[in-house]
């Protein structure tokens, strides 16, 4: 993940700038999401090949670069795959950052591709020659596009205009040049002609928003989208685009920790029109968006919005163990819901844009398993919990402390005997306080009446503003309500 924001980083210095005038917004700053976590995970079986064949474009490298970056065991085979990826792009600087990583892994120098003084590594050797033939047709092509672009000005035609600079960012995406792309997709706005060719020009700059990690900038063009002239009265519109967008609103909720606005956008997909396979899969939306329902709904909400939806059902049956964790929970069987969690969390944290969330949602699913469990009792055997929960006695009662101190379970701890205890609010006293409040509110709401009339009656008139006679007011009440009450 380091490497990638360095990468990005890099880009964007290198094309710092004056702002093209044409430009709707300008090129995204530094990426929001300066929070990174750095681990390390063990996984003992992961095909990587089938993970890659899921993705598409940069999504597919970026994403095994972050499995080089955080999986030791796999780093090899995860750079040697990207690599074989990247030479099918334009992307030299890209395939020069990969050699380098995995030459760092390997900690030998790689074979030159010359053949001079040849060595056996089994690595891929690094062709000098391939960087520089791609950075020259890399250029040819920069300048064909850029000429057929003014060819097509030159003919006022709109909708070949507007292709042109959506080929030109494709390019540029094809290159890796992440900024530029940004500004040639922009200036195809002042040239789009529908409703659907503006939000595909807003899709194309989230995408390239979602690879800098630039979570602002995406959010402001899912707004811009979805903000679209004929978009909430056209259904086929809504039909066609509605869903890619929730799953990339759901996405930036997500990277922004506002985990039960991300299942709500999440939970509003549908199967057959999502169109992101070059950001996520549908399985993809199905762990995202189940992962965070059941870390952020309550029993009611996992019931209506999650096990009756018809339509995200259809995500669920993609990852079986997601959606068995998410049954057991509900069916109130919390060892085999964690149980489930536990065996597929060395992968989830394998997830680009799920792996630094993946700790605190387990947390969060896990003090609502504790919650639920403890809510019908009155007392509970704390060793009984811990063999249900899988947990050292010492680590639950910390845990069922923090969650005490909190104000999410109300009881009392009995360290000696190891039983929870529930705490019962004394609703006679409740009764009273609520009484004696809406008394005293009762008595403010008369003085004021008086107050009212009697200033009618003697006809006083104040010159002071709103504001300051407000402020006389209260304080008359306050006065005289000191009075009567003492």
């Given at each position: 993940?380091?490497?990638?924001?360095?990468?990005?980083?890099t880009s964007?210095?290198?094309?710092?700038?004056?702002?093209?005038p044409m430009?709707?917004?300008a090129?995204?700053?530094?990426n929001?999401?300066?929070?990174?976590?750095?681990?390390?995970v063990?996984?003992d079986?992961f095909?990587?090949?089938?993970?890659?064949n899921s993705?598409?474009?940069?999504?597919?490298i970026?994403?095994?670069?972050?499995?080089?970056?955080?999986?030791p065991?796999?780093?090899s085979?995860a750079?040697?795959?990207?690599?074989?990826?990247?030479?099918?792009?334009?992307?030299?600087?890209l395939?020069q950052v990969?050699?380098h990583k995995?030459q760092?892994?390997h900690?030998?120098v790689?074979p030159?591709?010359?053949?001079?003084n040849?060595?056996?590594?089994?690595?891929?050797?690094?062709?000098?020659?391939?960087v520089?033939?791609?950075?020259?047709?890399?250029a040819?092509?920069?300048?064909?596009l850029?000429g057929?672009?003014?060819?097509?000005?030159?003919?006022?035609?709109?909708?070949?205009i507007?292709?042109?600079?959506?080929?030109?960012?494709?390019?540029?995406?094809?290159?890796?040049?992440?900024?530029?792309?940004?500004?040639s997709?922009?200036?195809?706005?002042?040239?789009?002609?529908?409703?659907?060719h503006?939000?595909?020009?807003?899709?194309?700059?989230?995408?390239?928003?979602?690879y800098?990690q630039n979570?602002?900038?995406?959010?402001?063009?899912?707004i811009?989208?979805?903000?679209?002239?004929d978009?909430m009265e056209n259904?086929?519109?809504?039909?066609?685009y509605s869903s890619?967008?929730?799953?990339?609103?759901g996405?930036?909720?997500?990277?922004?920790?506002?985990?039960?606005s991300?299942?709500q956008n999440?939970?509003?997909?549908?199967l057959?029109?999502?169109?992101?396979?070059?950001v996520?899969t549908?399985?993809d939306?199905?762990?995202?968006?189940g992962l965070?329902?059941?870390a952020?709904?309550n029993r009611?909400?996992?019931?209506?919005?999650v096990i009756?939806?018809?339509?995200?059902k259809?995500?669920l049956e993609?990852?079986?163990e997601v959606?068995d964790?998410?049954?057991k929970?509900?069916?109130?069987?919390?060892?085999?819901?964690?149980?489930i969690?536990?065996?597929?969390?060395p992968?989830?944290?394998?997830?680009?844009?799920?792996g630094?969330?993946?700790?605190?949602l387990?947390?969060?699913?896990?003090?609502?398993?504790?919650?639920?469990y403890f809510?019908p009792?009155?007392?509970?055997d704390?060793?009984?919990?811990?063999l249900?929960?899988n947990?050292?006695?010492p680590?639950?009662?910390n845990e069922?402390?923090?969650l005490?101190?909190?104000?999410h379970?109300?009881?009392?701890i009995?360290s000696?005997?190891?039983?929870?205890?529930?705490?019962?609010?004394n609703?006679r006293?409740e009764?009273f306080?609520?009484a004696?409040s809406?008394?005293q509110?009762?008595?403010?709401?008369?003085?004021?009446?008086?107050?009212?009339s009697?200033?009618?009656?003697?006809?006083?008139n104040?010159?002071?503003?709103?504001?300051e006679?407000?402020?006389i007011?209260g304080?008359?009440i306050?006065?005289?309500?000191?009075k009567i009450?003492?």
């Amino acid at each position: 993940m380091a490497s990638l924001r360095s990468l990005n980083r890099t880009s964007r210095n290198a094309q710092a700038g004056a702002i093209d005038p044409m430009q709707v917004d300008a090129p995204p700053e530094e990426n929001d999401n300066n929070e990174e976590e750095l681990y390390e995970v063990d996984v003992d079986s992961f095909d990587l090949d089938t993970y890659a064949n899921s993705y598409i474009g940069l999504a597919r490298i970026y994403r095994l670069m972050y499995v080089a970056d955080h999986c030791p065991r796999l780093r090899s085979d995860a750079l040697r795959l990207a690599i074989s990826h990247v030479i099918n792009t334009m992307n030299a600087n890209l395939y020069q950052v990969l050699h380098h990583k995995l030459q760092q892994c390997h900690g030998t120098v790689l074979p030159d591709v010359t053949g001079a003084n040849p060595v056996d590594t089994g690595l891929p050797v690094f062709n000098a020659i391939w960087v520089e033939t791609t950075t020259q047709k890399s250029a040819m092509k920069l300048e064909k596009l850029d000429g057929d672009l003014k060819n097509y000005k030159s003919n006022s035609i709109k909708e070949s205009i507007r292709r042109g600079h959506n080929e030109i960012g494709d390019h540029y995406v094809n290159c890796g040049d992440l900024i530029e792309a940004t500004k040639s997709y922009s200036k195809a706005r002042d040239y789009c002609t529908s409703s659907s060719h503006v939000i595909s020009m807003c899709l194309n700059i989230i995408k390239v928003g979602i690879y800098l990690q630039n979570w602002s900038h995406v959010i402001n063009y899912i707004i811009k989208a979805e903000s679209t002239p004929d978009y909430m009265e056209n259904s086929e519109l809504q039909t066609t685009y509605s869903s890619t967008l929730k799953c990339m609103t759901g996405l930036a909720e997500l990277a922004g920790r506002k985990y039960k606005s991300a299942a709500q956008n999440f939970l509003k997909t549908n199967l057959d029109y999502v169109d992101s396979c070059d950001v996520m899969t549908p399985n993809d939306i199905a762990i995202y968006g189940g992962l965070c329902a059941l870390a952020t709904f309550n029993r009611l909400e996992l019931q209506n919005s999650v096990i009756c939806n018809n339509s995200f059902k259809l995500f669920l049956e993609l990852e079986p163990e997601v959606r068995d964790a998410i049954f057991k929970f509900y069916e109130s069987k919390y060892e085999v819901c964690l149980t489930i969690l536990s065996r597929i969390k060395p992968i989830l944290l394998l997830d680009i844009y799920l792996g630094s969330h993946i700790n605190q949602l387990y947390s969060n699913i896990r003090s609502k398993a504790m919650i639920q469990y403890f809510c019908p009792y009155d007392s509970a055997d704390l060793r009984k919990m811990a063999l249900c929960f899988n947990t050292p006695l010492p680590d639950l009662e910390n845990e069922l402390m923090q969650l005490i101190l909190d104000g999410h379970i109300k009881a009392r701890i009995d360290s000696i005997n190891k039983i929870l205890y529930a705490k019962h609010p004394n609703q006679r006293v409740e009764t009273f306080e609520k009484a004696m409040s809406m008394a005293q509110q009762y008595s403010r709401y008369m003085h004021i009446l008086v107050l009212k009339s009697q200033m009618i009656k003697h006809q006083l008139n104040s010159k002071l503003g709103k504001v300051e006679r407000l402020n006389i007011i209260g304080k008359t009440i306050n006065v005289d309500f000191v009075k009567i009450s003492g």
